[in-house]
């Protein structure tokens, strides 16, 4: 410990509070593994293949907003599902009462979900973290019941389909509904989310909301104010569910109240678990695991579930960052044998 | 007339029906090192919370460089240069040492996060993580993000607890060095009497909220009700 204070050796910009991606590597890396996604449709013949990994994709990406939520405010949402269910209703009902351009429904079906998550994280990001989950829990449960029983306006159980044009965006809407293209579609979204996370939590915005979670006392007495910061971490997590519920809602052009459903947030909170929130691409990553879980052992047996929680009971315990963590740890031992 | 660096002035805090704070008046010079002590459930803490803007509401008034902040929250106060640090150690474990730092210098607007870190011995553990440091290293780091953007008051609650002697001893020059050069007012709470006694210019002894003694180390030293009520034979 120096005993003596000295001048100031050198200044440090205000910016630099969190040096962001190394950006040459960066950019690269994230479009070769987006131009990657063009190559599976010619190497996957089978469409039902396709459609199973488009599907498996639009949830990753889903898990990517639960696993952003705990890796930057240490807060897990039991209800997801409202967000993407929220997403993908907003669009059907535009489809049935004709309202505003379906161009513009999109936008406002990952607009929506971001607003109500930051109004109401406004008031329950404050809450301890287990009457948080409890509360998100109660909201898409809440939502579920309103499309179960509101049969007027949603035609309950039965669902409802979503009605698009035949151009959206200028692109035909076939694009949007063949597994070949659109798993391309989605997969270059996931990528593009995983960036666009990464790029948010190697900011000033980032760090300080990790400062926050680890001490958000702390971060007072420096001077932040916590709450907002919160609260846009809920707001872009449900953005990114909104996001993911609009993929599905152009590639199903159907909904039932299943979308709102806990089992869905369960599952995507597995997919996150599972994966390891650590890393960015963590849930993404527990998402491709859950699928291959899932379909494997579908064939073998219908109690496939019960292998999915033998494997979120391993992973818990054993991997308490999830396979991102494991595979983490490999790289740093890599790098630590480099000469 | 002196212009105080900080005043708090008449501060009543009660809990109930129990008065943690009974009409305290405080006032520090520029630049004067300020120790505050008095047993447990004195007051002191609560008096630096008072100061600060944390807790329960407090009758009473805080002036800071000649304003009256009694009204601004915690944050506020912080950024117009009234910092504080805690009593069990208070960082950021999952940052780097150096990213929390300048996270702290920030929104101080400052860009001293190296001035800092050198100043506090924190340079060669900059790129390591806050939880993986020895723990006197995380009290320094405690310090350091109450010292960023050179806060005109500091209010240490315990920085030497859980620190050996040595340690002890390096950081209450490392105070007197900081005060002098950087020209901060510091209020300094603390069990350590040795640590107390070498660096405090004043003294004011808290007992069951309410002042018992303000003085010179040698003034508090020979006070008798200081010495029945706290000091005991510690000083001997």
Known sequence: MSGAV???????????????????????????????????????????????????VIYAILATAIGFMIRQNGLTSFGHAAFFGMA?????????????????????????????????????????????????????????????????????????????????????????????????????????????????????FGVLTVAIRENEERARYVGYHTLVPRALVFALSAAIGGLAGVLFALYNAFVSPGVLHWSLSGEALIMAVIGGTHAIWGPALGAVIFFIVKDAVGDLTEHWPAIIGGTLIVVTVLLPHGVSGLLARFAARGEARKP | MTAFALEGIDLTRRYGGFAALDNVSVRLEPGEIRGLIGPNGAGKSTLMDALCGRG????????????????????????????????????FPALMVREQVALAARMAETDNTDEVLDALGLT?????????????????????????????????????????????????????????SWKVTVLLVEHDMDVIFAVSDRITVLNLGKVLAEGSGEEIRANPEVVRAYLGSSIE
């Open chain 1, 6 to 56: 000295s001048p100031a050796k050198s200044a440090v910009a205000s910016g630099a509070v969190a040096s962001g991606p190394r950006a040459p590597k960066f950019v690269i890396a994230a479009a070769v593994l987006a131009a990657a996604g063009f190559a599976v449709p010619w190497m996957v013949s089978s469409q039902l293949a396709l459609t199973l990994m488009t599907q498996s």
């Open chain 2, 124 to 180: 060669e553990l900059a790129d390591r993580r806050a939880a993986d440091i020895a723990y006197g290293d995380q009290r320094r780091l405690d310090l350091a993000l109450a010292l960023v953007g050179r806060p005109s008051v500091l209010l240490l609650d315990e920085p030497a607890a859980g620190l050996s002697i040595k340690e002890s001893i390096v950081l209450a020059r490392l105070l007197r060095d900081l005060a002098s």
């Open chain 1, 88 to 204: 993908v209703y907003l669009m059907a009902l535009n489809g049935k009462f004709d309202a505003i351009p379906a161009e513009l429904a999109i936008l406002a079906a990952i607009a929506l979900p971001a607003v109500f998550a930051f109004l109401a994280g406004l008031i329950i990001v404050r809450l301890p973290a287990l009457s948080f989950s409890m509360l998100t829990l109660a909201v898409a449960q809440s939502l579920h019941e309103l499309m179960l029983r509101w049969r007027e306006l949603a035609n309950g159980d039965d669902g409802m389909p979503v009605r698009l044009p035949s151009t959206l965006f200028g692109v035909d809407i076939e694009v949007f509904q063949a597994p070949s293209t659109m798993f391309v579609i989605c997969w270059v979204a996931l990528v593009a989310v995983i960036a666009v996370l990464t790029v948010v939590a190697r900011s000033h």
């Open chain 2, 56 to 91: 329960g509401p407090t009758v009473g008034r805080v002036v800071f460089n000649g304003q009256d902040i009694s009204r601004l929250s915690a944050q506020a106060r912080r950024r117009a240069g009234l910092a504080r640090s805690f009593q069990r150690t208070n960082i």
